[in-house]
């Protein structure tokens, strides 16, 4: 079965520093690979995605993440953050071949510094 | 029209209420989701529909009994729930099914914040 990990439950970073944030999957195959990003009680926002070719993938707001096969892993990165980027950030990971279900990992809080 | 609209966005309700949720999408989207989620938690899927048929139930309890009246419209029906309900339900649709929903992936909506009382 597919997995995700997320090992930062939380990370505070100063506005106009550089963001990384990261995803582990588990996966025997090539997944489909997301990040999402949520606003407080608001709904989900797709950032970026990655089914297959250029492993360094552009999103939305700035944000890139590169796909690295020998790591199993798909990080999420910014090289300057903004007070509006404060949010809760989501890696998923889906495959046809697992029932076409999407797999969220736990999420990462990102906070802001002024 | 690139977005899916819930309503209500808050619903307060008693165990022996009967309630809806309703979404509505008109981006042409044939496939529908209902996804739950508690506080601090990620996202958890409860029922796919593609074409409005129902292709996956995550063995939700019949308390959540869902409905696609047509291909723009997805309805999650309440009744009898328990406090432990309360949550986040988030709707989504995307173009197919394929949960990579085709090459621009899901649209969430804002979701519906319901408390069980």
């Known amino acids: 079965a597919q997995s995700v990990t997320q090992p930062d439950i939380h990370i505070t970073v100063s506005e106009g520093a550089s963001l990384e944030l990261r995803c582990n999957y588990s996966?025997?195959?090539?997944?489909?690979l997301f990040w999402y990003v949520q606003s407080p009680g608001q709904g989900l926002q797709l950032l970026l995605k990655?089914?297959?070719?250029?492993?360094l993938v552009q999103g939305i707001k700035g944000f890139e993440a590169e796909f690295k096969r020998s790591q199993s892993s798909f990080n999420l990165r910014k090289p300057s953050v903004h007070w509006s980027d404060a949010a809760e950030y989501f890696c998923?990971?889906?495959?046809?071949?697992?029932?076409?279900?999407?797999?969220f990992g736990t999420g990462t809080r990102l906070a802001v510094r002024p | 029209d690139t977005e899916v609209t819930q309503t209500p966005k808050h619903l307060v309700m008693g165990m022996t209420n009967k309630k809806s949720l309703k979404c509505e999408q008109h981006?042409?989207?044939?496939?529908m989701y209902w996804y739950k989620q508690k506080a601090k938690k990620p996202p958890e899927l409860m029922f796919v529909?593609?074409?409005?048929?129902?292709?996956i139930n995550e063995s939700v309890p019949s308390r959540f009994s869902p409905e696609c009246p047509n291909s723009s419209l997805l309805n999650l029906h309440l009744h009898a729930l328990q406090p432990e309900d309360s949550a986040l339900y988030l709707c989504?649709?995307?173009?197919?099914?394929?949960?990579?929903?085709?090459?621009?992936?899901?649209?969430f909506g804002s979701g519906t914040r319901l408390t069980v009382v």
């Open positions: 990655y089914f297959s070719g250029d492993t």
């Open positions: 998923a990971v889906g495959a046809r071949s697992s029932g076409d279900k999407l797999t």
């Open positions: 996966y025997g195959a090539t997944p489909y």
């Open positions: 529909y593609s074409y409005e048929k129902l292709s």
């Open positions: 989504a649709s995307s173009q197919d099914r394929g949960l990579t929903g085709g090459v621009s992936g899901y649209t």
């Open positions: 981006m042409g989207h044939r496939a």
